[in-house]
């Protein structure tokens, strides 16, 4: 049971399941329930598909309890269609992670919500796709966001265009913190549920909370 290890921050996550009819929100849902019952303390990421926009299903997740709600965009709009799932939107993404936020903040006990998500680079995309996304992400109020090198898993995945450089990594955490996110982490190594990471979300979720 994830409550009894030695941990104080965990992160939740699956496949999609467009095959159930609420794409698996309620089996988050109980899952953070059942962690916060016996571990108040734990603090519970869950990254989360889109639940094909589905509303109902992201308030199931921003009334389960968690601390961080997580949903990936991938990649810049562009690319989209290549990069993801035929099922997956650039714009839906983006209006999943919208209304996460502002149904966090419609309740005072769900004010404290971040929301995040994260890129992978060197799929072809160009500096100007980019930071047009990172300013999209922005747009919708995302407070966290994590930018990684895409690794081509198999030889049936599409192939890597690009290794992008260090320093270009460190550049897009700069434009990044520029535009107001409260947290980057960006790097060749970095995913989505970066471990060197949590320190900072503590600290956010912290001072949201003390705030409140």
Known sequence: MVSNWPIDYTVITSVDRDDLPDGGAAHFADTVRMIKRTRPSMLVECLVPDFQGNKACVETLVDSGLEVFAHN?????????????????????????????????????????????????????????????LKDIRA????????????QPTKRHLKVKEYVHP????????????????????????????????????????????QI
Request: aromatic residues 10%; contains cysteine.
């Open 73 to 133: 965009v991938e990649t810049v709009r562009s690319l989209t269609r290549s990069v993801r799932d035929h099922r997956a939107k650039y714009d839906q993404s983006l209006e999943v992670l919208r209304y996460a936020k502002e149904y966090s903040q419609s309740k005072e006990e769900t004010k404290a919500i971040v929301t995040k998500t994260s890129l992978m680079l060197g799929l072809g995309e160009t500096d100007e796709e980019v930071f047009e996304t």
């Open 140 to 151: 919708v109020g995302v407070d966290c966001l994590t930018l990684g090198q895409y690794v």
């Open 167 to 210: 320093d270009k990594y460190d550049h897009w955490a700069k434009a990044g913190r520029k535009l107001g996110f409260l947290y980057v982490a960006s790097g060749p190594l970095v995913r989505s549920s970066y471990k060197a990471g949590e320190f900072y979300m503590k600290n956010i979720i912290k001072t949201r909370k003390n």
